[in-house]
């Protein structure tokens, strides 16, 4: 998404046009309440002397004038003198006529022109702010006061604005995506194994922009086009806040899915910020985990093992989160999984299959075959012999059934840490997940 300067409706635009007006000095500032365009002469302006609190060049603003901006909606806004046929300078001051509270920008010359540009980040509905257009060193003439406004930022999928740019996610939340009416859509690609269900919602304010999610297979003819009734596999559009689905994968194989997101009208806003929850999805080849529900750690919450493929060893980096800061772990793999758990590890339990399956430990070291780590603050756990987080399944393994994993082979992967905060001595394990290589 590339920056934009996005606008309100073109009615609102056309209202404010070409106007004339403008105030003499700080406290004669005409009053104005929507992004547009606002022409201006300073042929016969005088030089008021304000600053407010802007400092540097803003103190040499020369016949200069005024207006006073009420926001109509929060967002960022930019002010610039564009079209403007003299060199000037620009200030944007918080606060109702003379009395300003802080400076929100000054500028100059935004090169290589002599126009000037100003935007402020985070202005909220209401708010007033005084703007100041004048001359740098006595310039003075005819020119063009523009106001707009845009979304603060982009996030970090960018540019997902098509079908082929979808930027891959996992199973996971993710917070203030940004979207608007330029682009109109965000496009994220996901992986849905044989008999998963996935379930994807998103979290928005629709009196600003109002927001549909789709579902397509990847390759599909009709992927980002947000159309109703065609070959979506799943939608969810309503006039109200939030929306969201599920969708089970019936196919026999893995899917290759692509999740849309599309404004479908604007509000108040021509952009929003939203969040994404996404469940069940995970790359082909990862199985949904076994041992779903967990056991609770003495962080209060469930270790976790989450794996995706990946080019280093046999194909899986595996990865541990939620245990507790500053304990021991290490992982566990098995030929099977137990139908129905009953063997107490610690105080959490042995879900990799026992009776009748060969199992062992990761342990052997310094070297691949050794996943022992520690948990971080933030509660990720960490390779000691292996650097970085988590632990690449190597081609050897420390089965006597299975020494070396070949194309076809299935495996099945739980992991083991102390947890010493629960009482001297405790430990719990993690959830579980299979793959076959």
């Given at each position: ?108 010359d ?92 998103i ?79 995970a ?9 779903s ?26 990865e541990?989160?939620g ?33 009748g ?5 990761y342990n052997f ?53 102390r ?19």
């Amino acid at each position: 998404m590339a920056r934009s300067y996005l606008l309100l409706p073109a009615f609102i635009l056309t209202l404010t046009g070409m106007a004339a007006a403008q105030g003499s000095n700080c406290g004669t500032a005409t009053a104005i309440s929507a992004p547009g365009t606002y022409g201006f002469d300073t042929t016969t302006a005088t030089t008021s002397g304000f600053a407010g609190l802007c400092t540097g060049g803003a103190t040499s603003i020369t016949n200069d004038v005024f207006w006073q901006f009420t926001v109509p909606a929060t967002g960022a806004y930019t002010f610039d003198t564009f079209g403007s046929g003299f060199d000037t300078k620009l200030s944007v001051h918080d606060g109702l006529g003379c009395a300003s509270t802080a400076c929100l920008g000054y500028n100059d010359d935004v090169t290589p022109t002599l126009q000037s540009e100003v935007l402020v980040p985070n202005l909220l509905a209401g708010q007033v702010v005084l703007v100041q257009v004048g001359g740098y060193n006595g310039a003075f003439g005819i020119g063009s006061l523009n106001i707009s406004s845009s979304c603060p930022g982009e996030d970090g999928f960018e540019e997902n604005d098509t079908c082929a740019t979808a930027a891959p996610l996992l199973s996971g939340s993710y917070l203030g995506l940004y979207i608007d009416t330029t682009d109109e859509k965000d496009l994220y690609s996901v992986s849905l194994p044989s008999g998963a269900t996935m379930t994807a919602a998103i979290q928005f304010t629709d009196a600003l922009v109002d927001l549909d999610l789709f579902l397509w297979e990847a390759g599909d003819v009709n992927c980002g086009t947000a159309m109703f009734g065609s070959s979506e596999l799943a939608a969810s559009y309503s006039t109200t806040d939030n929306e969201s689905f599920f969708y089970t994968n019936n196919t026999g194989a893995c899917q290759d899915l692509i999740l849309e997101v599309d404004t479908y009208a604007a509000g108040t806003q021509a952009c929003l910020t939203y969040d994404l929850s996404i469940s069940g999805a995970a790359p082909c080849g990862v199985s949904p985990t076994f041992c779903s529900a967990g056991f609770i750690n003495s962080t209060g919450g469930f270790t976790l093992l989450t794996g995706t493929p990946t080019s280093a060893g046999a194909g899986l980096h595996l990865e541990i989160t939620g245990g507790p800061a500053g304990e021991l772990g290490y992982l566990l793999v098995g030929t099977g999984v137990a139908s129905t758990p009953t063997i107490q590890f610690g105080n959490g339990l042995l879900c990799l299959g026992f009776l009748g399956f060969d199992i062992a430990r990761y342990n052997f070291g310094p070297g691949p075959l050794n996943s022992i780590g520690v948990f971080d603050s933030s509660n990720v756990f960490q390779s000691i012999f292996n650097g970085g987080s988590g632990f690449d399944v190597p081609v050897n393994t420390p089965l006597s059934t299975v020494p070396t994993i070949s194309p076809g082979t299935t495996l099945h992967f739980q992991a083991w840490h102390r947890d010493t905060p629960a009482g001297p001595g405790q430990s719990n394990t993690s959830t579980g997940v299979s793959y076959t290589f």
